[in-house]
């Protein structure tokens, strides 16, 4: 019996710990850093070193802070990524103003699909080994050839590979 107990606190205890981890943003913490490649219509046109930092605010929201760090246009995303549901492992980066984009957790990939301006965009990162790849796409509506089906161009791609700096 007291083994019986034991196991079954090692195993609560374990699936915690699981459920913390369990979570994109928290193997994110840190500062990374990379290059980013901007591709139009297939070719790159345009390259920018980029910094990313997470940290931990509470245990449901970080910091999650992008640096362009272009010498002719630098810019700043500083934007919280807050956990809306631990269950379904949704997220929503709040963009301050009262933007929030809705991300969605799957495996070692995080998602976000959304449409502005008449441009649809989808953002991910991807958890891969001690590298952690961030992307995003962008494209318009194309015209339909089917009145059941909607295709989206994808015009411009952003990549970025982050290695954690020490």
Not at 82 to 87: E, F, G, P, Q
């Amino acid at each position: 019996m007291v083994k019986a107990i034991g196991l079954l606190g090692i195993g609560v205890a374990l699936s915690l710990t699981g459920i913390a981890q369990d979570l994109f943003p928290e193997k994110c913490l840190g500062r990374w850093a990379g290059m980013m490649y901007i591709y139009q219509h297939g070719h790159v046109r345009d390259s920018v070193p980029v910094r990313f930092t997470v940290k931990a605010l509470t245990a449901e929201s970080w910091t999650w802070k992008t640096e362009y760090l272009s010498t002719k246009m630098p810019m700043t995303k500083d934007y919280v990524l807050r956990l809306k549901d631990r269950d379904k492992k949704l997220f929503v980066t709040d963009e301050g103003g009262g933007l929030e984009l809705t991300d969605y957790q799957t495996g070692n990939k995080l998602y976000s699909v959304f449409e502005t301006g008449g441009i649809m965009l989808t953002a991910s990162y991807e958890w891969r080994g001690d590298q952690l790849i961030f992307e995003v796409t962008s494209g318009k509506k194309e015209e339909a050839k089917h009145p059941e089906v909607s295709t989206w161009s994808v015009s411009a791609v952003q990549r970025v590979v982050f290695t954690r700096e020490k």
